[in-house]
């Protein structure tokens, strides 16, 4: 199967296979017509998005979006973005449509970017938990915009992982996840982007604020708007801050097994420490190459140093690695805070609880 990690893979047979409930679907024309089918009739099915898999469910029916929530067992505060096929079907969804966000809708629509808007009357309690804002994404995956269109409404898509675990990017995470849980799975592969949408607050007329950082970074936002303003808590321990702009920041977040520390270092103190504090169950999280240079030490490879693209692709299959191979602690090199690094540290150092040491 196409971006399967190695922990397992799907002999597809037949046409279509039913595994217990869960449906797995291809993206050939008549499985994305059956996902529509199901979605239509208020059943969920994970679909690939270009950021990581999204579990939908139409967005305009309460009961099937509260269905979300129980599958992946998600917090009943922490609202879910709604994916549309095009541009036009915002209208209906939204109250206003600021100059800002359209700015920032002609820059980086269709992509990884959630708008947070004012919502319309239309948008069920049950998607925005009772705020009065709604996250909206235009996605640029072909096969995630066939299954909107096949469902012909929009879809509400929250990451298709147990809540808490790390996002799936490819089909054979959410079978570990949500097999017999949900209706359908559709695999389209795995995804380019790796890391959840950027999330920026866009509902009135102020500077555009980031709520959470993705593949489209502050500064990009910056060079279309003038200027961006970063939440605090994308870096910072929101208990510790306490205000809560998006719910989705105060949540435990994308947590393997293993306890994670990161290292913020050069190369050479980070080999120093690591093979100092060397200790049956340890691993090392490092950039691609380094590996091999830490003595005997077993460690998994996130990404190039330089690359964040590289880095989101693969930061999360990682973490699902380290959990299947059993290890209890890993010392993780810690990338870079600009472009977007950002994105990758924002889910390391939940990952890690924010732990972190300084050499
Ligand atoms: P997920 O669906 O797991 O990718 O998480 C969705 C993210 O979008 C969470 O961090 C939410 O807090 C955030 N989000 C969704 N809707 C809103 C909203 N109306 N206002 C602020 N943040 C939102
Ligand atoms: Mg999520």
New binding site residues.
């Given amino acids: 199967m196409p971006g399967a990690s190695g922990a397992f893979c799907f002999e597809r047979e037949a046409d279509l296979f039913m595994l217990d409930e869960t449906l797995m679907l291809s993206s050939g024309d008549d499985d994305i017509a059956r996902a529509g089918e199901i979605l239509k009739n208020g059943g969920l099915v994970a679909i690939p998005t270009e950021t990581v898999y999204g579990l939908a469910a139409n967005a305009l029916d309460g009961t099937a979006v509260r269905a979300i929530f129980e599958a992946k067992g998600r917090p009943q505060d922490?609202?879910?973005?709604v994916h549309i096929s095009s541009l036009d079907q915002i209208d209906g969804l939204v109250s206003r449509f600021p100059e800002t966000a359209r700015a920032l809708a002609d820059a980086f629509w269709p992509g990884p970017m959630?708008l947070?808007l004012p919502k319309s009357a239309i948008i069920p309690d049950e998607v925005?938990c009772g705020?009065d804002?709604?996250?909206i994404r235009f996605p640029k995956s072909e096969c995630a915009r066939r299954i909107i269109d096949a469902a012909g409404v929009p879809l509400a898509a929250?990451?298709a992982n147990t809540s808490g675990k790390p996002s799936p990017t490819c089909a054979a995470h959410v079978f570990d996840d949500m097999f017999g849980r949900i209706d359908a799975i559709v695999d389209g592969g795995e995804c380019s982007v790796g890391v959840?949408s950027t999330?920026v607050y866009a509902a009135d007329d102020g500077d555009p604020i980031l709520?959470?950082p993705g593949g489209i970074s502050a500064e990009m936002i910056a060079g279309v708007c003038g200027s961006c303003k970063i939440d605090e808590n994308i870096t910072s321990d929101m208990e510790a801050t306490g205000a809560v702009?998006?719910?989705?920041?105060k949540h435990k977040h994308y947590s393997p097994n293993a306890k994670i520390t990161l290292i913020e270092s050069d190369f050479d103190a980070y080999k120093d420490y690591v093979e100092k504090n060397m200790a049956p169950g340890t691993a090392a999280l490092c950039f691609d190459g380094e590996g091999q240079r830490l003595c005997g030490i077993p460690y998994f490879e996130y990404g190039a140093v330089d690359d964040p693209k590289s880095q989101c692709r693969k930061v999360f299959s990682m973490l699902r690695r380290l959990d299947k191979a059993g290890v209890d602690a890993v010392y993780a090199r810690c990338p870079r805070r600009d472009g977007e690094h950002l994105a990758v540290y924002n889910r390391l150092i939940r990952a890690a609880a924010f732990r972190k040491i300084k050499l």
């Fill in positions: 922490n609202p879910l973005i959630t947070v925005t705020l804002t709604v996250g929250p990451s959840e999330v709520l959470r702009m998006s719910p989705g920041m």
